[in-house]
């Protein structure tokens, strides 16, 4: 299973999580009520995944876990596909449940619950 493979099968368990490619060109976006949560580009390898703050972000890029998300800002940051399984599905849980928190309660509503 590459890497790739294995973002695509943790976030589409996610309730409401939909793939997109907004750009055209081999992006794998996946997204929550319209809004991206986890973002694959076509040529760097590795995700790009929201954190809650610019220092989470810068933390876990000096603790090795991964690097600036460049085209992002700057509270996102790219994990290499080689990433600890736990690691990946943490990051992505997070970068999750912060985005679908700034979705409407309306739309909220709508989703699965999600523990």
């Given amino acids: 299973m590459t890497g790739r493979d294995r973002i695509n099968a943790i976030c589409k368990t996610f309730p409401g999580a939909e793939w997109s490619d907004p750009w055209g060109g081999g992006h794998d976006a996946w997204k929550v009520g319209g809004k991206m949560f986890a973002c694959m580009g076509a040529v760097m390898p590795g995700v ?3 954190t809650d703050s610019i220092e989470t972000a810068e933390m876990l ?4 876990m ?3 998300a ?3 800002h700057r509270s ?3 994990l290499p596909f ?3 399984e736990d690691d990946l599905r943490h990051r992505l849980t997070s970068s999750y449940r912060l985005v679908r928190a700034t979705l409407p309660k309306k739309l909220q509503a709508t989703l ?3 523990e």
């Fill in 82 to 84: 080689d990433a600890p």
């Fill in 70 to 72: 460049p085209y992002f």
């Fill in 48 to 50: 790009s995944v929201k």
């Fill in 66 to 68: 991964g690097v600036k």
């Fill in 76 to 78: 996102w940051i790219n």
């Fill in 112 to 114: 699965a619950p999600f």
């Fill in 61 to 64: 890029i000096e603790m090795g």
